[in-house]
């Protein structure tokens, strides 16, 4: 009865235990679908802002362009006022020029190297919207290690179980052969009675 009972315990617990894991994975599926979707508005937003930066960035350009033809005008008609005002307008230029093409490099290159996570350009509501998003997904990032550890721990759990109902069938086992063993040498002892007293009638 005693180990009827055990066994009784054992697959109720065993039932407990893998509706438990189902929940588990359950949980972590639907995490993982959640972050997946994260990813999905996240990207559709930084292509959004990517946009706006390609816009912002050709305007700035255009610009530039606007205000170069602008100055070259400038300097076209402010030639005939001297060789040496002139020259001295053309360094400038070429200064500014200059340095505008070095400007454009540089914005060039951290566009190229920098990814979608610029704020400079984000108003207050976007960069709270922003914290908000980097806060929920750091949050989320620290579930599925949660439920990565509890998974971990219930599988050290599993084994110890596996291992812990191996040694109880083992000593089962070995109070069956004891048992056994102990039914046949009460046999043998009834045999051998037998045949004392059955000698001892024959010499009667």
């Not at 055990?6 to 235990?17: Q, S, Y």
């Not at 053309?90 to 070095?102: L, V």
Request: proline residues 0%; aromatic residues 6%; glycine residues 2%.
């Amino acid at each position: 009865v005693e180990l009827q009972s055990l066994i009784d315990a054992h697959f109720e617990c065993r039932k407990k235990e893998e509706e438990e894991l189902i929940a588990l994975k359950e949980r972590i599926e639907k995490r993982r679908a959640e972050r997946a979707e994260q990813q999905r508005i996240r990207a559709e937003k930084d292509k959004e802002r990517q946009a706006r930066r390609e816009v912002k960035m050709r305007k700035e350009e255009a610009d530039a362009q606007r205000k170069a033809d602008d100055d070259a005008k400038k300097k076209i008609a402010l030639t005939n006022m001297g060789s040496g005002f002139s020259s001295h307008l053309q360094r400038i230029d070429a200064k500014r020029g200059k340095k505008q093409t070095e400007r454009e490099k540089k914005k060039k290159v951290l566009a190229e190297r920098i990814k979608p996570l610029s704020i400079d350009s984000l108003t207050d509501d976007q960069l709270r919207e922003k914290a908000k998003e980097l806060w929920d997904w750091l949050t989320n990032l620290e579930a599925i290690k949660y439920d990565h550890c509890e998974m971990l721990k219930r599988q050290r759990y599993e084994v110890k179980n596996v291992q812990t109902r191996v040694k109880l069938k083992n000593k089962n086992v070995f109070c069956y052969i004891h048992i056994f063993v102990i039914a046949m040498q009460v046999e043998i002892l009834k045999h051998i009675q037998y045949f004392s007293l059955d000698l001892f009638y024959k010499r009667q």
